[in-house]
C-alpha cells in the first residue's frame, strides 16, 4: 500500500483499528480460502457466485467511484486463497478516515443484542457481513480472533469485544499459539474438563522457585532442609509440591508423598513408615546391583545384621536393597522395637540410600492431622547429627487448623532447637489476573472475553483455587455458563452469577451437587468418606460382598469416578479433594452409627481387621450391652493392636488398646482374667510408649493387685521398675521393687555391706576349671523363674548404682582385690561378649551394659586404650541400635574419654564432640551432656579454642560421676602445665574413700601418673617439701609399675617415664638418659603421640639442666612435632618459647 505525501493521516487509535481491520480482513480471506480449496478441489467447476462461501463483500466507502458492486473490485482468487485486485480502488490508494462510512464496514458474523447472555461474539445487524470462520469448521478461538479483528472498523457500532490496539490483538495470537491444545481444538469442550482444569498452576512461580531453590542447596550442599507449605484448604498445596516432581526426577533425585488424614484410617506413625517404604521401593528400581551392594554395605556396617532385620520387617521394601543371598536373623514377631531404635536405623537408611546427586523429596501432607510420635521420627530424621543425608523434606497443612498447643508448633519448635534449616511458604488466594487466566484456559476462551465473568467468579471465591474451579462446574451445571453448540461459543448470564448466592465455602457448592445424586450414589459417596481420603479397593470389595452394601463398587465406578468426586488407582479410590469428602461425610445424619455399621459388615466377613476396629471404635460404644459381642470387640482391638505395638506406633496401640479394655466388663478379672491381663499389660507399654507415664503406672499398679500369682504380674514389676529408672524419679522404689519381687522369688539381698570373699573365691574355682569352650557352649537358660531372676538382679545392679553406689563400689573393688586376677576376670567378661555378640535379636540388646562394664572395669587393665574405645563405640552403637539410650550414653562418655586419653588428633575429636552434644541435646540426655561438656572444654583448652566452648555450650553442666570429671581436670591441668594445681587435686584425691579412688582402675592409674609427673616438676622448680614429691613420685611409680604387668601397651611408657624423672633426681643421670630413650620409644610404639611429646619435653628440661643444650634443642624440637600431630596449639606455642630462650 503506497501513501500519497499531502494526504492527511488518521490519528493513531484509530490508525491502529483499521490495521486490526486489515488484517482481520486479511487472516479472513487466507484461511477461508485454503478451507474452499480443500472442499472444492482445484479447478472444480464454480456454481453459483452468490452462494460460494468463499465470495466477500468489500468495504464500501462514499466515493461515487467506489459504489459499484463489491465484487467488481475484488474477488478471492480461489485458487490461491489471496486477493487478486486491491483492497482500494486505484484513484484514491489511502481515502481518509473522514471518507470512510462505518456504519456500512464489513463486519464478520453478530449476533442479535441478548440481554440475557453475553457471549463474546457480539454484534451489531449488518447485511455486510463475512461469513465466520467457525462455520466453515475452524477453530472458534480463531474465528472469535479474526471477527474481533475486522470488526474494529464499525465505529461507533464496534463491539465491546473488538479489539482495541493491534497489541491486545497479537497478544490473543501469542495465547493461541503457545496453547494450541486449549485455543485451536475442533473438539467441543467437556464440562468434566472444564472442571479439572487445564492442569496448570496459576499465580505461583515465586513459590515454584523457593522450592526449586532448597532443592538445588540440597544437591550443592548436602544439607537437608525442610519447607512448609501452609493455606487454607484449597489454595493449591499439593499441586505447589507435585508441580517440581518432575523436575527432581529428571534431577535423579527420588519423589516420596504421603498424606495424613482426618479419619486417620492408618495410623500416623504408619503414614511416615509408608513414606519411607515407597522411597526403598524408588531407589530400588533405579539402582544398579553395583548400588544397591554398595548400600547394603553402607548398612550392614553402620546397624548389623540383627538391625536390618527390625528395617525388613517396619519397611518391607528394604529387603529389596539387599542381596538375594543375604540371610537375615529371625524375629519374634511379637517383638517390639524401641522407638529411638526406629529413629536410628532410619537415619542410617537415609545416609546409605541418599546423596547429594540422589536428593530424595518427601512431601507429607495435612500435617495439621500428623501425632507427637510420627513427627518425632521426622524430627529425628531431619536433625541427623551426622547430617549425612541428603533429604528435603515438604510438610503441608492448613494454618487455619494449627491452634496454640498443637504438636505441629512442637515440631517447629524442635527443627529449630536442631538447628535445621526450615521456611515456610504461605499461600493465598491467588490474583485476579490470575482466575482470570485460569478460566480462560478451563473454558478455552481468550482473557480479555472472559475477564467479566472471571471479575465476579474472583469476588465469589477470593481467589481460591480449588473453590474457583468448583464454582465454575457449579455455574456450568446451572446452565448459567453454557456452551453453545449452535454458536460454537461459552455464554454467561453475568446477573444471575451476580444473584447466585453461595457462601464463602466450597463445601456449600459441593453438597448441592451431591444432594440431587441418587440415594445409591449418596450411599457409595457416603461410605468412602467414612475411610477418610482414601479407601482402599480391598475394602471396596469386601463391603460389595455384603448385601447391605453390595452396589458399592459399581456405583463408585460408575458415579464417583465419572462425575470427578473421586479417582482410582489399582489399590484405592481416592477423593479429589478434601473438601470433596468433607462433604460427603456432611451428608450422613448419624455418623457414629454409620461407622459403627460398616464397622459391623467388615467384622462379618473378617480380614480387614485395622478397618473393621476404625470404624467400631468411632460408634456408640457406650450404649452396646452385649457381653459377647463387647468381648468380640475386644478381641478385634486387641489384634489390631499388635502390629503397630511391633513397630512402636505407640500411638495407635494405644488407642486400640484403650477401646479394648473401656470394653471388657466390669467384673472381667473374674469372668475373662488372661484376656483382661494382657490388654491392660499391653495397654500400660503402650502408655508409657506415647509419654503417659502416669497413666502407665496406674494400670500397672491395678495389674499387680489384680493379679493372681507373682508369675503373672512380672512383667509389669519389671515394666515398672524400668519406668522409674529412665525416668530418674523414686529410684529407691525401683531398689525396694527389685529386692521385693527378688525375695518372692527366693533370693535374699542383704541390708548392708557383707564380705564378698566367699563368693568371690567362689566363682574364680569354677572359671578356673573350665574353658571359652565351655563357655561358650553352654545352653540358654530356659527356666522362666531363672530368667526372672536374672532380670531383676540387673535391673536391681543398675538401679543400685544411681540409689547405693558405694555399695555397688564396694563390691566391684573388692571383688576386683580379693580375686587378683584381672586377667581371670577379662576372660569370663569377653566370653560374655562373644556369647552376647551372636545374632540373637534378644541377646543383642544386652551388649552395651556388657561391653561398659568390661571397657571401664576389666579391658583397661589388659587391652589397648585405642581398642577400648573402638569397642565402647561399638557398644553406643548397638545402644542406639537397640534404643537403650542409657547404656549407649554410658558408654559414648568412656569412648570420647578414651579417645581423649589415647591421643587422639583434638581438632576430629572436638568436631566428633559436637556432634554427640547436638544428639544428647535432642534427646534430653542431661548426664551424658555434662559428661561431653566437660571433654568438650578439656579438647577446646588444649588446642587453644577458648572462645568455642563458651559460644557453644553456655549453660554450665557438671558431670555428675565425681572421679570422671576428676580425671579429666587432673589431665587438663597436667598438660597445660598447672604442676601446682595438679597437686592440689592430688591430695583431695588422696582424701576420698579407697573405694571411690579405685572404682575406675585407668581413672586411678592416670591420676597417679598425672599425680608423680606433677610432683617430679614442683621438686624440679625448687618448691619446698622435697622430700614429700619423692614421695609421691615413689608412690606414683609403684601403682605404674604394678599396670604395667597388666598392659605393657598401655602403661609401660609411663612407668618409664615416671622411672626417669625419679633417676633424674636422684642424680643417676646415665641411668635417667637411659630410661627417658625407652619412654620415647615406647610411647610412640603404643601410638600415644601425646605422650611421646611429653617424654620428649621432660627429657629435653633433663638435659637444660645439665646445660646439654643441643640434645635438650632436638628433644625440644621433637615435642613440638609431636604436640602439632596431637592438634595442641597451646603445647606447641609453649615448646617454641621455650626453644628460643634455649636459643638466645
Known amino acids: 500500500m503506497t501513501v500519497c505525501a499531502n494526504t492527511a493521516r488518521p490519528d493513531t487509535s484509530e490508525c491502529d483499528f483499521m490495521i486490526c481491520h486489515l488484517l482481520g480482513v486479511l487472516l479472513h480471506f487466507l484461511f477461508a480460502g485454503r478451507r474452499s480449496e480443500h472442499i472444492t478441489g482445484r479447478g472444480a467447476p464454480k456454481d453459483d ?9 468489500i468495504i464500501k466507502v462514499n466515493e461515487p467511484s467506489m459504489k459499484k458492486k463489491s465484487a467488481d473490485f475484488f474477488r478471492l482468487d480461489e485458487r490461491s486463497g489471496f486477493c487478486n485486485e486491491p483492497i482500494y480502488a486505484r484513484g484514491n490508494p489511502y481515502p481518509t478516515v473522514r471518507s470512510v462510512d462505518f456504519s456500512h464496514a464489513i463486519s464478520i458474523g453478530g ?25 466453515l469448521g475452524y477453530p472458534t478461538s480463531l474465528s472469535q480472533l479474526i471477527t474481533n479483528l475486522v470488526n474494529c472498523s464499525l465505529g461507533l457500532f464496534r463491539p465491546d469485544d473488538s479489539y482495541p490496539s493491534l497489541d491486545v490483538a497479537i497478544n490473543d495470537m501469542q495465547i493461541m499459539l503457545q496453547k494450541p491444545q486449549l485455543f485451536l481444538s475442533l473438539d467441543p469442550p467437556s464440562t468434566v474438563n472444564a472442571f479439572m482444569g487445564s492442569g496448570k498452576l496459576y499465580g505461583r512461580s515465586n513459590e515454584i522457585a523457593a522450592l526449586t531453590n532448597a532443592y538445588c542447596r540440597i544437591a550443592t550442599s548436602g544439607i537437608t532442609e525442610a519447607i512448609f507449605v501452609s493455606g487454607f484448604s484449597g489454595c493449591g498445596k499439593t499441586r505447589l509440591v507435585h508441580s517440581i516432581f518432575e523436575s527432581v526426577n529428571v534431577a535423579g533425585g527420588y519423589t516420596v508423598t504421603q498424606k495424613f488424614d482426618e479419619m486417620q484410617s492408618s495410623s500416623p506413625l504408619t503414614v511416615v513408615l509408608s513414606a519411607f517404604n515407597e522411597l526403598c521401593n524408588l531407589v530400588a528400581q533405579s539402582s544398579s546391583e553395583t548400588c544397591l551392594m554398595e548400600i547394603y554395605e553402607k548398612l550392614a556396617s553402620a546397624i548389623g545384621a540383627p538391625n536390618l532385620a527390625f528395617l525388613t520387617r517396619i519397611l518391607p521394601n528394604a529387603r529389596r536393597l539387599l542381596p ?12 517390639g522395637i524401641n522407638f529411638n531404635s526406629l529413629c536410628f536405623t532410619i537415619q542410617h537408611l537415609m545416609r546409605a540410600i541418599s546423596s547429594s546427586s540422589k536428593v530424595a523429596l518427601l512431601f507429607l501432607d495435612d500435617l495439621q492431622w500428623a501425632d507427637a510420635m510420627s513427627l518425632k521420627l521426622v524430627q529425628g530424621v531431619l536433625s541427623d547429627v551426622r547430617g549425612l543425608n541428603c533429604l528435603l523434606f515438604v510438610g503441608g497443612f492448613r494454618e487455619n487448623e494449627v491452634e496454640q498447643g498443637h504438636v505441629l508448633l512442637e515440631f517447629f519448635h524442635a527443627l529449630s532447637a536442631s538447628e535445621v534449616s526450615s521456611s515456610v511458604i504461605r499461600l493465598n488466594g491467588i490474583s485476579a489476573n490470575d482466575v482470570n487466566s485460569m478460566i480462560s484456559d478451563t473454558l478455552g476462551v481468550f482473557p480479555r472475553l472472559c475477564k467479566d465473568l472471571s471479575d465476579v467468579v474472583f469476588r465469589k471465591t477470593n481467589g481460591n483455587p480449588f473453590f474457583t474451579l468448583e464454582f465454575l462446574r457449579s455455574l456450568i451445571t446451572q446452565n448459567l455458563v453454557q456452551y453453545s453448540l449452535r454458536d460454537k461459543c461459552w455464554k454467561w448470564n453475568l446477573n444471575e452469577i451476580n444473584a447466585e448466592n453461595i457462601t464463602d465455602n466450597v463445601l456449600h457448592l459441593l453438597t448441592r451437587k451431591m444432594n440431587v445424586l441418587s440415594e445409591s450414589n449418596q450411599t457409595a459417596l457416603k461410605v468412602a468418606s467414612c475411610f477418610g481420603s482414601i479407601i482402599s479397593i480391598d475394602v471396596v470389595r469386601k463391603l460389595s460382598s455384603t448385601s447391605k452394601y453390595s452396589s458399592l463398587q459399581t456405583t463408585l465406578d460408575e458415579t464417583a469416578v465419572k462425575e470427578g468426586f473421586m479417582d482410582r488407582d489399582d489399590a484405592s479410590y481416592r477423593f479429589v479433594h478434601d473438601k470433596v469428602r468433607e462433604a460427603a461425610y456432611r451428608l450422613i445424619a448419624d455418623k457414629e452409627q454409620y461407622h459403627f455399621d460398616l464397622g459391623v459388615a467388615l467384622q462379618s466377613v473378617g480380614g480387614a481387621i485395622f478397618a473393621a476396629a476404625n470404624q467400631i471404635n468411632r460408634g456408640p460404644l457406650s450404649l452396646l450391652h452385649d457381653d459377647s459381642r463387647r468381648i468380640s470387640f475386644v478381641h478385634l482391638n486387641y489384634e489390631a493392636s499388635t502390629k503397630p505395638m511391633a513397630c512402636s506406633d505407640f500411638t495407635a496401640a494405644y488407642s486400640y488398646l484403650n477401646s479394648a479394655v473401656s470394653l471388657l466388663p466390669d467384673d472381667s478379672w473374674t469372668t475373662d482374667y488372661d484376656l483382661t491381663l494382657k490388654c491392660h499389660f499391653q495397654l500400660a507399654k503402650a502408655a508409657y510408649g506415647c509419654g503417659q507415664a502416669k497413666r502407665a503406672q496406674q494400670i500397672c499398679e491395678e495389674i499387680i493387685e489384680s493379679g493372681k500369682c507373682l508369675e503373672d504380674t512380672l512383667e509389669t514389676y519389671s515394666l515398672l521398675v524400668s519406668m522409674i529408672c529412665l525416668a530418674r524419679k523414686d529410684l529407691p522404689l525401683a531398689f525396694k521393687t527389685c529386692v521385693k519381687v527378688l525375695s518372692l522369688l527366693g533370693e535374699h539381698i542383704p541390708d548392708d555391706v557383707v564380705d564378698v570373699n566367699p563368693t568371690v573365691n567362689e566363682v574364680k574355682t569354677l572359671f578356673y576349671n573350665i574353658s571359652n569352650e565351655d563357655i561358650l557352649a553352654m545352653v540358654d537358660e530356659t527356666s522362666s523363674r531363672n530368667i526372672s531372676v536374672m532380670e531383676f538382679f540387673s535391673q536391681l545392679v543398675t538401679v543400685a548404682i544411681l ?5 555397688i563400689c564396694h563390691y566391684c573393688v573388692a571383688s576386683r582385690d580379693l580375686g587378683e586376677d584381672a586377667r ?5 567378661s569377653k566370653a560374655g561378649m562373644m556369647m552376647l555378640s551372636r545374632n540373637d535379636t534378644a541377646m543383642i540388646q544386652q551388649l552395651p551394659i556388657v561391653y561398659t562394664v568390661h571397657y571401664m572395669w576389666v579391658g583397661s587393665l589388659t587391652e589397648p586404650i585405642q581398642s577400648a574405645a573402638a569397642m565402647s563405640q561399638h557398644a553406643y552403637e548397638i545402644g542406639m541400635q537397640t534404643g537403650n539410650l542409657s547404656h549407649a550414653a554410658f558408654s559414648l562418655s568412656i569412648m570420647m574419654a578414651r579417645l581423649l586419653y589415647a591421643g587422639t588428633n583434638l581438632l576430629k575429636l572436638k568436631n566428633d564432640l559436637e556432634v554427640h552434644l547436638k544428639s544428647a541435646k ?8 555434662a559428661n561431653l561438656v566437660m571433654i568438650h572444654e578439656v579438647v577446646s583448652s588444649l588446642i587453644g579454642d577458648e572462645e568455642a566452648k563458651s559460644f557453644l555450650y553456655p549453660e554450665k553442666v557438671r558431670p555428675t560421676d565425681e572421679d570422671f570429671q576428676f580425671t579429666l581436670e587432673m589431665f587438663s591441668s597436667f598438660y597445660l602445665g598447672h604442676a601446682e594445681r595438679v597437686h592440689y587435686k592430688s591430695k583431695l584425691w588422696e582424701k576420698l574413700e579407697d573405694s571411690e579412688k579405685r572404682k575406675v582402675p585407668l581413672h586411678f592409674i592416670h591420676t597417679a601418673f598425672f599425680s608423680g609427673i606433677a610432683s617430679f616438676r614442683l621438686y624440679s622448680y625448687g618448691r619446698k617439701d622435697s622430700q614429700t614429691h619423692i614421695k609421691i613420685l615413689a608412690k606414683s611409680l609403684s601403682i605404674l609399675e604394678k599396670a604395667s604387668q597388666f598392659s605393657e601397651w598401655n602403661y609401660k611408657n609411663k612407668y618409664l617415664l615416671l622411672n626417669a624423672t625419679y633417676l633424674s633426681i636422684t642424680d643417676k643421670k646415665f641411668n635417667a638418659e637411659n630410661e627417658f630413650r625407652a619412654a620415647i620409644l615406647a610411647s610412640r610404639a603404643s601410638k600415644f603421640v601425646h605422650e611421646e611429646g611429653l617424654a620428649c619435653e621432660i627429657a629435653a628440661m633433663h638435659h ?12 625440644f624440637r621433637q615435642a613440638k612435632a609431636c604436640y602439632k600431630t596431637w592438634g595442641s596449639r597451646v603445647k606447641a606455642v609453649h615448646i617454641s618459647s621455650l626453644i628460643d630462650s634455649i636459643q638466645e
Not at 581371670?824 to 569370663?828: E, V, W
Not at 535432642?922 to 551432656?929: D, N
Not at 637444660?1104 to 628433644?1115: I, P, Q, T, W
Open 803 to 807: 540409689v547405693k553406689p558405694r555399695r
Open 1104 to 1115: 637444660v639442666k645439665r646445660d646439654n643444650n643441643a640434645v635438650a634443642l632436638s628433644l
Open 49 to 57: 457466485r452468490d452462494n460460494d462461501p468463499s465470495r466477500v463483500d
Open 111 to 135: 449476533h442479535d443484542n441478548d440481554p440475557d447472555h453475553s457471549s463474546h461474539t457480539r454484534g451489531p445487524q449488518d447485511n455486510s457481513r463475512l461469513s465466520p470462520l467457525k462455520d
Open 324 to 335: 538375594s543371598h543375604i540371610t537375615l536373623p529371625q524375629m519374634n514377631s511379637q517383638a
Open 824 to 828: 581371670l576376670a577379662c576372660r569370663i
Open 922 to 929: 535432642q534427646h534430653s540426655q542431661f548426664i551424658l551432656l
